[in-house]
């Protein structure tokens, strides 16, 4: 298959090029021709075809993202109109319409909230009790996926458009809401890359999609 797709790693903070790894081994995986680049400034907010927000520290990669006010409105404007966006961990909080956390209950942070869930940050305990499990997953096939936890949040709550791609232990770790896939765990630090491969054909559907549109 041939498309040339571009495809973009938020750069603020966290996990950027584990991102930009295995997102080009999943586009070779895929047959699919394409790049991926770092991408912070407007121009660069503009031009990609799926966006993946990476894991990190949510409160640093708004406070930093929303300076400028700007590029923090083209961000909400494009997931608004169907951008696809793999949000991983503290990109999911970001996205999450309500961020709460065990200690201070609802947090301050400002958020996205292009996702239509409740999530509560650190839920699995602190840096040292980060931990790997096995999770299935349906969408991406039978074999279970290596799953990495960092400080990672749970789904405590989702809207009826969301729907639920993983639990663990009963509790929602990955979902899906149109454009938008949020896990709690790190899927660029595996060598499994079927994560960034189903959001590289999600991107495809929307292309397909958009270019469809321009022919009406
Ligand atoms: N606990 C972090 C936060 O709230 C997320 C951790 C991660 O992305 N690995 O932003």
């Known amino acids: 298959m041939k498309e040339d797709l571009k495809i973009g790693v938020l750069s603020i903070q966290g996990d950027i090029e584990e991102n930009i790894l295995s997102c080009r081994a999943a586009l070779n995986e895929s047959g699919v021709t394409g790049e991926v680049v770092k991408v912070k400034n407007y121009e660069e907010i503009l031009d990609v075809d799926g966006l993946i927000i990476p894991g990190g520290e ?8 929303s300076l400028n006010q700007s590029n923090w409105e083209l961000l ?5 109109e169907g951008l696809p966006v793999l949000a991983t961990c503290a990109g999911m909080i970001l996205l999450a319409n309500r961020v709460q956390d065990k200690t201070i209950g609802e947090t301050k942070q400002k958020l996205l909230k292009n996702l239509d869930i409740t999530v509560e940050r650190n839920a699995f305990g602190r840096q040292h009790e980060s931990f790997e499990t096995d999770l299935n997953i349906p969408m991406i096939g039978e074999k279970p996926f290596k799953a990495v936890f960092i400080r990672g949040p749970v789904v405590k709550e ?3 458009d969301v729907k639920t791609i993983a639990k663990y232990n009963n509790k929602i770790v990955a979902v899906q809401q149109n454009n938008i896939i949020g ?8 060598e499994d890359n079927r994560i960034h491969v189903y959001f590289i054909k999600s991107i495809l559907k929307n292309k397909e999609k958009l270019n469809e549109n321009k022919v009406k």
């Open 58 to 65: 949510s409160t640093v990669i708004s406070i930093l993202m």
């Open 76 to 80: 909400n404007q494009r997931i608004v």
């Open 158 to 160: 989702a809207g009826k």
């Open 183 to 190: 896990t709690s765990f790190h899927p660029e630090l595996t």
